[in-house]
């Protein structure tokens, strides 16, 4: 975005150029109005120059032809100063023509590089525009000048040949429409010099016989086109008058009906207003003026209808689009959400028929371990125990599975009892002190002597057993595990603290999700189903608490459970 800042060098022009100014509209000399005119020139020709070496437009040959026409209007100045009774057609006329092409070619290569001559609508927005300048041209400058009493050629260059370049001139910026450069202060600055250029051409007469420079308000305007010309190179967004147009907009704007509608009226207002003024009006050549606007503004409102069309027939795709879409993504949802079902269903089926042979092999293991039967050597027993082992841990993943599936189904069932959960969490910490003291890992728990809240044993023992044999898991040789219990208000609260690995930035609520494994746990080598943490979920929040995870800045992760003091709903069956 282009700020003020960036045109403070223009600013500064513009001041001191407003300075000058006073000298030439207060003094009555016209060798000094001669030389202020020449000097806004000058300035704009410089600022082109300096602006191009500054700003580094791409592409610069435009600039270089706007250079080339300012000097061929200055070199016209100078003839028309130096030998102001010259009649037209004079040496200076031919600089004058020649520099108009040359500003229409400048206007016409900025467009072309920006692509905006690709865009059909807007080229014929401008030639409609054009074809409009070119009928009051032709009624009030062109018509009059040309059935005037004097020289044919004179006539022909005053009345024909300067309204032609004028329109010719009109007609190129009006292309600017077809880019995005209208919307740059540089393309305002520009159009006003133009225009400018044309209020001093229309309200002289194009100059009569000769192109007064001094001692008159006529040349005003010319010397204020040169002051928006500087001003709009020296302006930063100067290189923007290049850039590559933007995709076409796609509703009709009210100032583009107001502009038709304007175009269709300008015959008749003409008309009206060379009957009123007594001049004759050329009704052939008025009538083919106004025969080819119509036709443009017919083709251009066809165009405009035509490409609402093309619109409405792509929304009406689009929206058949993505209704399709809609009917299949619910159609596939319903068929996930079954399948989903279909998958607990089978989990908890056969989770159930492994519990019944593991609960028999653990019991047989326990009749063969028993020493008053028969004794075994230490070799048998070592293969009994780990028969024991693998099958308690196969049991515990399969009562998982069963606790997940029930809590997928939303049938988590709860046998609610007032419990002292300081009470619970010694029991924990005891049955894992085993575990703990194996791996080398200091276990305690601190904190209220009693905390009485209503909850289910079973399940918040299965829920403390996970948080607390995860953080002997995942905590080294040497650490240590603290179970911190506290009351407070309706609220009790369990800390699970550890110094182990530490909950990975940005896991803190995914490690809750079913089946979830950080990228750490497989990095250490620790086995685990996934379904620990997701459980332990559950089972808070449906006593009506809340669990969180975090890193502590010392190292490890602490595990947060808020449970309040009674369960809110009355029912002892609770949807996770």
């Not at 009109?170 to 740059?184: C, D, E, I, K, N």
């Not at 010309?229 to 009709?252: E, F, G, I, K, Q």
């Not at 009917?327 to 079902?341: G, M, P, S, W, Y």
Request: glycine content about 8%; proline content about 5%; charged content about 20%.
């Amino acid at each position: 975005m282009v700020s003020l800042r960036d045109f403070r060098l223009g600013a500064a022009v513009l001041a001191a150029e407003l300075l000058v100014s006073v000298a030439y509209l207060l003094t009555s000399s016209n060798v000094v109005q001669y030389a202020v005119y020449e000097l806004f020139a000058a300035v704009a020709l410089a600022a082109v120059l300096w602006a191009v070496r500054l700003y580094r437009p791409r592409p610069a040959l435009p600039w270089l032809v706007f250079v080339a026409g300012i000097a061929l209007f200055m070199v016209g100045d100078v003839l028309t100063y130096t030998y102001p009774h010259w009649e037209s057609p004079s040496p200076a006329d031919g600089f004058y023509l020649a520099a108009y092409p040359l500003f229409a070619a400048m206007a016409v290569m900025l467009i072309a590089s920006s692509g905006g001559y690709r865009r059909v609508g807007a080229i014929a927005d401008g030639l409609i525009v054009t074809l409009a300048f070119a009928v009051f041209q032709w009624v009030f400058v062109m018509s009059p000048a040309l059935h005037a009493h004097g020289p044919l050629a004179g006539r022909i260059v005053v009345g024909g040949l300067y309204p032609f370049m004028d329109i010719l001139l009109l007609g190129a910026y009006a292309g600017f429409f077809a880019s995005p450069a209208w919307r740059t202060p540089a393309f305002a600055f520009l159009v006003a010099g133009t225009a400018m250029q044309l209020l001093g051409d229309e309200g002289t007469g194009i100059a009569g016989p000769s192109r007064n420079l001094t001692g008159t308000w006529a040349a005003v305007p010319w010397a204020l086109s040169y002051v928006f010309w500087a001003l709009a190179v020296l302006h930063p967004s100067m290189r923007d008058l290049s850039r590559p147009a933007r995709t076409a907009a796609r509703h009709v704007s009210n100032w583009r009906i107001a502009s038709l509608a304007a175009a269709l009226l300008t015959v008749p207002v003409a008309r009206l207003i060379g009957d009123v003024r007594g001049r004759p009006i050329g009704v052939w050549v008025v009538a083919a003026l106004g025969s080819a606007l119509a036709v443009l503004v017919l083709a251009r409102l066809t165009g405009i209808l035509r490409a609402l069309e093309r619109i409405r027939a792509r929304e009406e795709a689009a929206r058949l689009s993505v209704e399709a879409a809609r009917h299949q993504l619910v159609e596939q949802n319903a068929r996930l959400i079954e399948a989903d079902k279909l998958k607990d269903e089978f989990v908890a089926l056969v989770s159930h028929d492994l519990r019944t042979p593991l609960t028999s092999i653990i019991g047989y293991v326990e009749l063969a371990l028993d020493e008053n039967d028969a004794p075994l050597d230490e070799e048998r027993r070592g293969f009994l125990e780990v028969v024991t082992r693998s099958a308690d841990r196969l049991l515990r993943l399969v009562d998982d599975l069963l606790l997940a599936a029930r809590v997928q189904s939303g049938r988590l069932m709860l046998n609610l009892e007032d419990l002292d959960l300081a009470s619970l969490c010694e029991q924990a910490v005891l049955e894992m002190h085993a575990r703990a003291e194996q791996k080398g890992v200091t276990l305690a728990a601190h904190g209220d002597a009693r905390v009485v809240v209503q909850g289910d044993r079973r399940r918040l023992l299965q829920l403390l057993d996970n948080l607390v044999s995860n953080a002997i898991k995942f905590t080294p040789g040497g650490g240590h595990v603290d179970v911190v219990v506290a009351g407070k208000d309706a609220h009790a609260t369990i800390e699970v603290l550890d110094t182990g690995i530490g909950v990975e930035p940005g896991e803190e609520e995914r490690i809750f999700d079913r089946f979830y494994r950080s990228p750490g746990t497989a990095t250490a080598q620790v086995q685990g189903s996934g379904l620990g943490l997701f459980i332990a979920r559950a089972v808070v929040e449906a006593h009506g608490g809340t669990i969180s995870a975090a890193r502590r800045s010392e190292g490890g992760s602490v595990f947060r459970l808020e449970l309040p003091l009674r369960v809110s709903s009355p029912t002892p069956e609770l949807v996770a």
